[in-house]
């Protein structure tokens, strides 16, 4: 038994209730309370409170809300999970995700936008960036210029000073 395992099968904990065979096509919504696996061609929407496994040789079109999400074949649509969501190494999704976690493996693809974790996270600031006042571009160019003038000033003030004291000797 290796420690990456690259064939190892779709599984989730729990029975699976609902089966949609490689041969079917599905047109509609699902909604469930128990473990679901899609190995043709689906299309709508999907709802459980228990999880959703998308086989190898499935297609789908359509939104996923489930408790955790794996996918092996192709989905195109948005999915929800409160726990993970895994998409393994032939894997496809094209479209959004809010998921717990997420785990993709070697070879999984994912195009569209993440939401991760919880809801009330803070963004991260640096702590210069909390100090500082944000400054519109212009006003950041003109202090930017004010500074590079300042040294220029003392070194012709200092220039004069150091005239006066050789003449005086």
């Not at 473990?35 to 499935?58: F, K």
């Not at 195109?76 to 993709?104: C, F, H, M, Y």
Request: glycine share 10%; proline share 5%; net charge negative.
């Amino acid at each position: 038994m290796s420690l990456f395992k690259k064939d190892r099968l779709p599984s989730v904990s729990g029975k699976i209730e609902n089966v949609l065979g490689a041969n079917t096509s599905f047109t509609g919504t699902i909604q469930s309370d128990e473990n679901i696996r899609i190995d043709g061609v689906y299309q709508g929407h999907i709802e459980t409170a228990g999880n959703v496994i998308v086989g190898p040789s499935a297609k789908v079109l359509a939104d996923i809300v489930a408790n955790a999400v794996q996918v092996w074949g192709a989905v195109k649509g948005n999915i929800t999970a409160q726990g993970r969501l895994e998409i393994l190494p032939a894997g496809r999704i094209w479209g959004d995700i809010r998921v717990g976690s997420l785990l993709i493996d070697e070879g999984g693809v994912f195009r569209g936008q993440c939401i991760m974790g919880g809801e009330h996270v803070e963004p991260l600031l640096l702590p210069d960036m909390a100090k500082k006042p944000e400054m519109a571009p212009a006003e950041e160019a003109e202090d930017e210029t004010m500074e590079a003038e300042a040294p220029d000033a003392e070194m012709t003030q200092v220039s004069s000073e150091e005239e006066e004291t050789t003449t005086d000797s």
